[in-house]
């Protein structure tokens, strides 16, 4: 076995530099800083003339110099280790360590790397780098000092190197696979974006001929066609909605979206646009009841367009989402400088873990391939955006099955709306 020499290392300077490593590790994310300092600091240690780090490269099938001594750096760079006829491969394939006393003419020891270093290998001793349990690479330490043996101690020194080599490397792995993900993700939401502003800036002048045209067309030929000219129209409406929902979008995604505030009363908000979806509860068999104060009006400082659109928006959901014989309920009340709207329905509810994502853009509870109601996913990130545009905010309460309850609240006046927006810091 290996020799046990005197001329170990002291044990507590050996400590130090190890520690010293596990501070580098823990402060950078600098890999070939790192894996330098693990070589550099292997070769003292193990009273070695040189050490070096290689990785196993799946495209070549051989191991590749990651880090070596600055005088061999270079020339290293352009080598790989084949696996088969070398000591390190011997070492990464049965993911064992390996040592030689006198490696000068054993025929394991891959010669080419000493060809091009113009040096002799004499002796050896190396570890596996080992990931998850699977290796990785190989650390090596090349050539004792004086002529003499590697040591037990030589060995462990080596192996908790190794250990630490390898958590950077697999550290600095994973932040890139992150930081591709990261781009990638980048990367497909600004060609979201762009395709969002495109379609809808495209589509709306051929839609407005649309309906101009059919409106025009209503008007002028005789009542036999009124019928499919109100198919037409309607179609033509719902389409120009969609559109409008992927311009806000768009706008907003670009911060161009205006506020133009005034005074208006939230009550009478309510009661408007609780009229307008009157009939569709009625053909749904649905009760859509307001609750409201007598007499106050309520009264907001804010972009009224804006808000009758978040209004809208949370009570078509409240209908869709609701079977026939249930109920809708919209109330509104003063909270402290705030005016809280809540959208209450007894429908088919919202399981606990997704009632974060509904407010993201395009997100449905239900696959849109499978599901039965219409929609592009986009009315609550619509409501949202909206309601912090106002320094509001929007959440939701629900229990699958058993009805959801959205409720939003917006300051009453510029004083409370500045206050809010220090506190609900949106961007
Ligand atoms: P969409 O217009 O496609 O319905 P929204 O952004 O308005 O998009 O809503 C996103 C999703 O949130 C809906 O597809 C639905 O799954 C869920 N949702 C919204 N409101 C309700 C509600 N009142 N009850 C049950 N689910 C709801």
Redesign the pocket.
Known sequence: MMANKNQQPNKVRQLERIVEISRVLSSTHDLTRLLQAVVDVACELTHSEATSIMLFDPASGELRFEAAPDFQRNSLKSISVPLESSVAGWIFTHARPMVIQDASSDPRVYREVDKTLQSQTNSLLGVPLMVKQKPIGVIEAINKMDNGQYTEDDLAVLETLAGQAAIAIENARLVRKLQDANAELMRLDRMKSDFIAIASHELRTPLGLILGHSTFLKETVSDTHTEQLDVIIRSAMRLKEIIEDMATIAHEEKGQSRVRKDQFSIKEMITNVAKNFQDVAKRKGIKLETDTPPDDPLNIFGDSEKIAVVLS?LIE??L???DEGGQVGVKAEKDEGYVKVLVV?T????PADEQER?FDRF????SHLT?R?????????IAKAMVEMHNGQIWCE?KEGMG?L?CFMLPMDEEKASAAAKVFKTD
């Open positions: 928006n959901n409240a869709t989402f609701t329905d429908g088919i509810g919202i509904i997100y449905q509870v239900e599901r109601h219409g929609g592009m996913g986009l009315g609550l990130s629900s959801s959205f």
